[in-house]
C-alpha cells in the first residue's frame, strides 16, 4: 500500500554542489530555448540529486487539464516505456494542495524495481498561482531525504522561472506581432486611400475638363485626356483586382486553372504589354537549353511576371531589365534582375508579406503593398517558390521556380 505524506520543512540542505545549481540558474537566465535548458539542466542534477524519470506538467489555466511539457527517462525507468509510471496521478495532486508531495511504496519488496516507485511532486507555483508541477521519480529507491527534497524543490522554482519566461517571452511576442498588424493596417489603409485617390482624381479632373461648355478642345487635346483617363482607370482597376485576389489566396478561395503552359510564350507576351506603357524598356531575354511546357494557370503566371516586371520597372526605372529562363531536375526556373538602387538587406524576409512596403522609399513611388504576397500565394498554389535577393546600389533578382509538374489536388 502507497504511503503519502506532505513535506514542509526548513531543514538546510546538507551537501550539495553550489556550482552545479549556480549553473542551473544561468542556465535559466540566459537559454531562450526550453527544451534544450531542461535536457541540460536534467543532467546536470542528476549529478547531485539521483533520480530515473523526470516530467513537467503544465495546467491549462482554462480547462485545468494536465499535460506533459517534458519528460525524460534517463535511469532505470529508461527500458520501461508505457509501462513505467510518470505520475500524473500525483501531478494532479500537487497542483490541486499546491504543495510538495513525497509519495513512496509500501514496506513489501518486489522483485521488479519499477514496480516500487519513489515519486516526488513539487508544485511548480508563483504566490498562489500554481502553472503545473515538477515529478521525480525514483524506482526501487533509496527514499528521498529532506535535504533532497529542499533541492528539488529550488530546481522547481528555477523550471518556475523558465516556464514564466517563455510564457512572457511568447505573450510579448504575440502582442508585438498584434502591433505590426495594426500598424501594417494603419499604413495600408493610409496607402489604398491615397492609391485611390490618385487615379479618381485624375478622372474626375479630365473629364471634368473635358465636359466644359465654355471651352472646346481639339482632337489631340482630348485624345490626349481619354488616354490618361483610360490610363488611370485601368491603374484603379488593377487596384481592386489585387485587393480582391489578396483576400481570395488569403482565404484559399481563388482555385488554379491548370493547362499546359510555354513560360517562354508567356515571360515574351508579359515584356510586349509592359513596353506598350513604357516604350523606352530595354530588356534582355536568355533562354537556356530547350523548353518544355508546363502544367501551370497562364494568367496567375503572367501576373506574378507582369508583376515582378512593373515593380523592376518602378523602383529600378533606368535599369535595363534582364530576364533568365532555364529548366532542370523537372523544374523551371525564372530570375528577373535589374541594376537599380537595390533594397537593405533587414527588409528581404518582408517584402512577401502582406501590406509590407519598404518604409526608406520614396513617398513619390506609389504601390499598395499587395503585389509581392499575391505573387508568393500564386507561388504557392502552383507548388513553387519566389525569393528574392538584393544588393544595395547594385540591384534586386526575383528568383521564381515552378514544377513542370505540379502534384494537383
Sequence with gaps: MNISRMIKMEIPIDVVSLDHLY??????????????????????????????????????????????????????????????????????????????????????????????????????????????????????????EENQVKLAEFIAQQVTQLIEKQQLYEIARRIDDQDKQIQLQKDFISTISHELRSPLG?????????????????????????????????HLQLLIENLLDSSRLQSGLLKMKYQHVRVDTLVRDAIARKKMYHSNLETEL????????????????????????????????????????????????????????????????????????????SPTIHGSGLGLFICQQIMIAHQGSITAESKINQGTTIHIELPNQPKLI
Design 23 to 144: 549553473a542551473i540558474s544561468r542556465m535559466v537566465c540566459e537559454n531562450t530555448d526550453w527544451k534544450e535548458m531542461l535536457d541540460d539542466a536534467t543532467h546536470l542534477v542528476r549529478t547531485i540529486l539521483i533520480f530515473d524519470n523526470l516530467a513537467v506538467y503544465l495546467q491549462d489555466p482554462d480547462t485545468k487539464e494536465i499535460e506533459v511539457l517534458y519528460a525524460k527517462a534517463i535511469g532505470r525507468g529508461r527500458e520501461g516505456g508505457e509501462d513505467v509510471t510518470w505520475g500524473e496521478a500525483l501531478a494532479s495532486q500537487v497542483i490541486q494542495n499546491l504543495e510538495t508531495i513525497l509519495q513512496q511504496p509500501g514496506l513489501v519488496k518486489v522483485e521488479n524495481r519499477l514496480k516500487q516507485p519513489y515519486l516526488l511532486g513539487i508544485p511548480l507555483r508563483i504566490d498562489h498561482k500554481c502553472l503545473g508541477a515538477l515529478l521525480l521519480i525514483r524506482f526501487g529507491g533509496p527514499p528521498y
Design 202 to 234: 485624375f478622372i474626375k479632373g479630365y473629364t471634368t475638363t473635358l465636359l466644359r461648355s465654355d471651352t472646346s478642345w481639339d482632337n489631340a487635346t482630348q485624345m490626349e485626356f481619354l488616354q490618361i483617363i483610360d490610363q488611370e482607370t485601368d
Design 286 to 361: 536568355q533562354i537556356k537549353g530547350e523548353l518544355s511546357p508546363i502544367q501551370g494557370d497562364p494568367y496567375r503566371l503572367s501576373q506574378v511576371i507582369e508583376n515582378v516586371l512593373s515593380n523592376a520597372v518602378k523602383y529600378a526605372p533606368e535599369s535595363k531589365i534582364y530576364i533568365k529562363i532555364e529548366q532542370y531536375n523537372g523544374s523551371t526556373q525564372i530570375d528577373i534582375s535589374d541594376n537599380g538602387p537595390g533594397i537593405p538587406q533587414k527588409y528581404i524576409p518582408h517584402i512577401f508579406e502582406r501590406f509590407f512596403r519598404n518604409p526608406e522609399q
